[in-house]
């Protein structure tokens, strides 16, 4: 399990220098939700979507229970600057 956990922690969004990039703070809630828990593999519940800012970037970070084993866990995002054409 704690392998497990260490591994969730590199992924894409699994700590603040690893955000996920997303268009739109509207995105946050179901990006978080379709991944599976790390640890059992269960749903992913969101308890609360805040912003933060971590060593000067502004993100959003999704607080989630996992629906079966209960674990809570972070994931970071950030949102995506618009392209100017």
Same mark, same amino acid.
């Given at each position: 399990?704690?392998?497990?956990?260490?591994?969730?922690?590199?992924?894409?969004?699994?700590?603040?220098?690893?955000?996920?990039?997303?268009?739109?703070?509207?995105?946050?809630?179901?990006?978080?939700?379709?991944?599976?828990?790390?640890?059992?593999?269960?749903?992913?519940?969101?308890?609360? *979507?805040? %912003?933060? /800012? =971590?060593? !000067? @970037? $502004?993100?959003?970070?999704? *607080?989630? %229970?996992? /629906? =079966?084993? !209960? @674990? $809570?866990?972070?994931?970071?995002?950030?949102?995506?600057?618009?392209?100017?054409?």
């Amino acid at each position: 399990a704690r392998d497990r956990e260490r591994l969730a922690l590199l992924q894409p969004g699994g700590a603040a220098d690893r955000p996920i990039d997303v268009e739109s703070p509207a995105q946050v809630d179901v990006r978080a939700e379709s991944h599976p828990c790390p640890l059992c593999q269960g749903s992913l519940r969101l308890v609360e *979507h805040a %912003a933060a /800012t =971590v060593d !000067g @970037v $502004r993100l959003r970070i999704a *607080h989630l %229970a996992c /629906t =079966v084993c !209960g @674990v $809570r866990r972070q994931m970071y995002f950030r949102l995506s600057e618009p392209l100017l054409h």
